[in-house]
């Protein structure tokens, strides 16, 4: 009985080990560590659903300043008629920076308070 016992508690320990090891898609974890820097919102006009539309585009630079890997980008736009964001994962190499652009069709042209922000991660 006791040998029952030690294998399902070494079970349960090699479980979690694996578990905290890798990622919730089952992929070890990212080693790329994400930088954003030069965020600015600026008014805009795009081509949607086939129609011109005033919005907000996000402009930023990602950088990766771990090792190479996916980086979650999480760019986010406030106004007085709102808040949204968007999520983009990109794979970069070692020390890969972009600009990025994020276009926010949201707000209408009355839109006041304009305020963008951005995170990445890991």
């Known amino acids: 009985m006791k040998n029952n016992k030690e ?6 320990g090699l479980a979690g080990f ?3 090891g890798l990622g919730s898609d089952g992929k070890p974890p990212s080693k790329a560590k994400g930088q954003v820097s030069n965020v600015r919102c600026e008014h805009d006009t795009r081509v949607i659903n086939g129609d011109l539309d005033y919005g907000v585009s996000v402009t930023l630079t990602a950088k990766n300043v771990g090792e190479p890997g996916n980086i979650t980008i ?3 736009l406030s106004t007085s008629e709102g808040e949204w964001d968007r999520e983009q994962s990109l794979s970069f190499g070692a020390g890969e920076a972009r600009t990025l652009t994020y276009f926010f069709h ?3 042209i ?3 308070n304009i305020q963008c922000r951005a995170k990445a991660f890991p």
């Open 18 to 20: 694996i578990i905290l």
């Open 110 to 112: 009355n839109a006041t």
């Open 74 to 76: 999480v760019p986010r």
């Open 7 to 12: 294998l399902v508690f070494s079970l349960i």
């Open 106 to 108: 949201e707000p209408t």
